[in-house]
């Protein structure tokens, strides 16, 4: 099941439905940072997710299982600091598996912007 979820996120990230920046999947939940694309909305990708990967469980594993709770929880980040707290719930992946922080997120001295003063 886990393995589907995976390639669920992959699936639309290299269809570019969004930037996944970073992410952790749980046994019951899971969170991500992702960016939509310019013409998805973040509902979109909600439902892209949890219904792409309900279709991959029904075809590829025959079940007949509810997979999600109606609705999700979501959080815009409003700043870097508030990506970094979120960020701290993110998974050991492979780079080639997610997307950079968004530049505007990134710290000023890391994004190479001069510091506020």
Known sequence: MAQLFLDTLQRYRIQK???LH???LMPDH???LLT???DVSLEKCAQLIKGGFSFRVKKDL???LEIWE???AEHRVKDATD???HAEYSSECRPS???PTPPWLKPAQLAGLASPR
């Open 17 to 19: 439905k969004f930037l």
């Open 22 to 24: 970073e992410f952790v």
């Open 30 to 32: 899971f969170h991500l």
């Open 36 to 38: 939509p694309a310019p």
């Open 62 to 64: 025959g079940s007949k």
């Open 70 to 72: 109606k609705g999700y």
């Open 83 to 85: 990506y970094e707290r």
């Open 97 to 99: 598996e997610i997307d």
